[in-house]
C-alpha cells in the first residue's frame, strides 16, 4: 500500500495490494491487519481474483486529537509487505444551530419570569476533538455566558440577560429582541476555536419587564 493522508473520522482512505504476479486459479487470499485500530482498521483480508494482480480495501479511520501513523500490513504466501496511513487530525470548528423554538428555526420564547427560553442550542454539527463548548449571548450591552461539556443544550439565560433589548416593530407593534448567540468549542487543553455566532429573534411573551 503505497503512503497516503486522510483527516481522521472526516474521509476513509483506500488502499491497494499488489501481487508480482497474477493470482493463481482459485483466487488470492491476502491478510490484513493496522497496528492501530483506535485510529485506523481494516478488513482482514482482501481477495485478489484469479488472472489479475491487484485489488482494493477500505481504511476506516477514527477522530485523533493529533496526527497518527498507522502502519498496515499484507501478507500472502508468507511474503508480508507494509505500508502507512497518516491519520491527521481535524482542526475545530465551531458550528451550531438554535432550534425546537416554539416560532420555528433561530427564534426562541422567554417562557417564565426567570427568564428561561424554549430553544435549544445545538453545537452537534462542531467539528474537531471537542471537550467544552462556551457559550455567550448578547442583548444590547447584557453579556451572558456559561459552558457545557453537551453539544447539545438549553441557554442558561435569566432575566438580566434580556435587559436593553431593542423592540423590532412588525406591521406597526413590537414583535421580538434580537440575540446574539456565539459560540467557541476547546480541545481538552481548553484552546479555542474561531467563535462562530449568528443573530437570533427573541419573543418576551410579555416577561423580563416587556409589555409585549
Do not use: H
Amino acid at each position: 500500500m503505497s503512503p497516503a493522508s486522510v483527516e481522521g473520522g472526516s474521509a476513509n482512505s483506500t488502499g491497494t495490494v499488489r501481487l508480482t504476479a497474477q493470482a493463481p486459479g482459485g483466487d488470492a487470499l491476502v491478510t490484513l491487519t493496522s497496528d492501530n485500530t483506535a485510529v485506523a482498521t481494516v478488513p482482514s483480508s482482501v481477495t485478489v481474483a484469479s488472472g489479475s494482480t491487484a485489488n482494493t480495501f477500505p481504511v476506516t479511520t477514527l477522530v485523533v486529537s493529533d496526527n497518527k501513523t498507522v502502519t498496515i500490513t499484507a501478507t500472502y504466501l508468507g511474503v508480508t509487505k507494509t505500508g502507512t496511513l497518516i491519520v491527521t487530525a481535524v482542526a475545530n470548528r465551531s458550528v451550531f444551530s438554535v432550534k425546537d423554538g416554539a416560532r420555528g428555526a433561530d427564534t426562541c420564547t422567554i417562557t417564565n419570569d426567570v427568564g428561561a427560553l424554549d430553544c435549544k442550542f445545538d453545537a452537534s454539527d462542531s467539528k474537531g476533538s471537542i471537550a467544552k463548548y462556551y457559550w455567550k449571548t448578547t442583548v444590547g450591552s447584557s453579556v451572558t455566558e456559561f459552558n457545557t461539556t453537551s453539544a447539545s443544550s438549553s441557554p442558561q439565560t435569566i432575566c438580566d440577560s434580556f435587559k436593553g433589548g431593542t423592540p423590532v416593530t412588525v406591521d406597526g407593534r413590537p414583535q421580538y429582541i434580537n440575540m446574539t448567540v456565539t459560540l467557541q468549542v476547546a480541545d481538552s487543553s481548553d484552546k479555542k476555536a474561531d467563535p462562530a455566532s449568528k443573530t437570533v429573534r427573541v419573543y418576551p411573551a410579555s416577561q423580563c419587564g416587556y409589555t409585549f
